[in-house]
T-cell receptor, first 113, second 114 residues
Framework: LAKTTQPISMDSYEGQEVNITCSHN???????ITWYQQFPSQGPRFIIQ???TKVTNEVASLFIPADRKSSTLSLPRVSLSDTAVYYC??????????????FGQGTTLQVKP | DGGITQSPKYLFRKEGQNVTLSCEQN?????MYWYRQDPGQGLRLIYY???????QKGDIAEGYSVSREKKESFPLTVTSAQKNPTAFYLC?????????????FGSGTRLTVV
């Protein structure tokens, strides 16, 4: 399993772009990188997933360098409602039903007015 | 819309009691999971099930039990043997795919010992 390291917490202001970086030095060939968002007293929800280069959807962008040893979640123009915990997961999707994916502490993002 | 339903949202347990948390999904997902979350912590896996009538222990299974008699249902029982059960419990499901973890979570049950 690829261990991930991400900052425990980050602060930002409304309207700013936020970049959260995750390190995964031992990522394997079949591993994908996935980010989840969790609001207080709710379950995590899927934000974005990628394998290499850049992925963008209506919510966020995910940048993955060529060596894939890290990745950066980018949230454009955050609002107060983006205050949440963000989890970086790395693993082989084919093993996802074996309970092998690990949700670490995540990064707590606090957006201020 | 398909999804996962957890009930109740809040649950209070007296010392020495067993309580059962419900988890139902209509996503036709094969695998289901139970996680425990403590304040400021990540998610820890309690039990998971890949198919009906089969389940495996996760990292913190002691004091918990599960059953998987139907594909749609994966109830978790917190027994009196669990000495510190106060926590937020999350149920999830997933379907095997090669390109996507496909995890979907319920909205959680907050269990408090009184």
């Amino acid at each position: 399993l690829a261990k991930t390291t991400q900052p425990i917490s980050m602060d930002s202001y409304e309207g700013q772009e936020v970049n959260i970086t995750c390190s995964h030095n031992n990522i394997a060939t079949n591993d994908y990188i996935t980010w989840y968002q969790q609001f207080p007293s709710q379950g995590p929800r899927f934000i974005i997933q990628g394998y290499k280069t850049k992925v963008t959807n209506e919510v966020a962008s995910l940048f993955i360098p060529a060596d894939r040893k890290s990745s950066t979640l980018s949230l454009p123009r955050v609002s107060l409602s983006d205050t949440a915990v963000y989890y970086c997961l790395v693993g082989d999707p084919a093993l996802s039903n074996t309970g092998k994916l690990i949700f670490g502490q995540g990064t707590t993002l606090q957006v201020k007015p | 819309d398909g999804g996962i339903t957890q009930s109740p949202k809040y649950l209070f347990r007296k010392e020495g009691q067993n309580v059962t948390l419900s988890c139902e999904q209509n996503l036709n997902h094969d695998a289901m999971y139970w996680y425990r979350q403590d304040p400021g912590q990540g998610l820890r896996l309690i039990y998971y099930s890949q198919i009906v009538n089969d389940f495996q222990k996760g990292d913190i299974a002691e004091g918990y039990s599960v059953s998987r008699e139907k594909k749609e249902s994966f109830p978790l029982t917190v027994t009196s043997a669990q000495k510190n059960p106060t926590a937020f419990y999350l149920c999830a499901s997933s379907i095997w795919r090669t390109d996507n973890y496909g995890y979907t979570f319920g909205s959680g049950t907050r269990l408090t010992v009184v």
